[in-house]
Each structure stands twice: as structure tokens, then as C-alpha cells.
């Protein structure tokens, strides 16, 4: 069974930061390209970052980029999202996602990835 677990979110304040972690198990992870997504209360899940199979053509949400960074690391099968400059509207329970297809570059559309985690709640206090 396949398992994305994200940890790292919390209460921060406007201008913190926060890093958020992904740790995959029985999947070939090496081979996914891997996302972030968050969702906002009363709305949809919205794409965050991806960041493709070797862990380079990282692509980003335009509300996050520059602020935000995706990176991974293969050998110990997790995925990160460095979140700096934090917003009041950056609050939202973020999720970790795996691509459904094999060496791609990363997707942003939800329909793309076929595994979740349980989601992080990440709140920003102004």
C-alpha cells in the first residue's frame, strides 16, 4: 500500500517560514514526478509546486513563486516545500501528491496525480 506522509506544518505568523516534508513508502519514487497542493476552506484544492522525476524543471502556482520552493530528495524518498514570506492566505491544509505517469515533467493538474497524503495544516496569523 502506498504511503505519502507530510509533516511540518504548524502556526506561524505573517513574514515566518515553514518547511514541509513528504516521506514516501512502497512507491518507486525515484521515478515520479511529485506535487504539492493545498486546500483553503470552502474551496477547491489548488496546485502549489511540482518538480519532475530527477528533481529539476521545478514549476510553481504564480501566488507562490519566489516565495516557495520544491525540492526532493531521491534517496531518502521525500519531498520538500520551503515556504518563506508566509501570507495570512497561505493558510490551507497542504498535501503531497505523486504523478500517476513515470520520467515526466511535473503537472499541475490534479487529475495528474493518482497518490495523496493526508494533508498538513499550515494557518498564518497577520
Known amino acids: 500500500q502506498v504511503r505519502l506522509v507530510e509533516s511540518g506544518g504548524g502556526l506561524v505568523q505573517a513574514g515566518d517560514s515553514l518547511r514541509l516534508s513528504c516521506v514516501a513508502s512502497?512507491?518507486?519514487?525515484?521515478?515520479?514526478?511529485m506535487g504539492w497542493f493545498r486546500q483553503m476552506p470552502g474551496k477547491e484544492r489548488e496546485f502549489v509546486a511540482a518538480i519532475s522525476w530527477w528533481g529539476d524543471h521545478p514549476t510553481y502556482a504564480d501566488s507562490v513563486k519566489g516565495r516557495f520552493t520544491i525540492s526532493r530528495d531521491n534517496n531518502k524518498r521525500a519531498l520538500y516545500l520551503q515556504m518563506n514570506s508566509l501570507k495570512p492566505e497561505d493558510t490551507a491544509v497542504y498535501y503531497c501528491a505523486a504523478d500517476s505517469r513515470e520520467y515526466t515533467l511535473p503537472a499541475r493538474e490534479k487529475g495528474e496525480f493518482d497518490y495523496w497524503g493526508q494533508g498538513t495544516q499550515v494557518t498564518v496569523s497577520s
Open positions: 512502497n512507491l518507486y519514487f525515484t521515478s515520479r514526478a
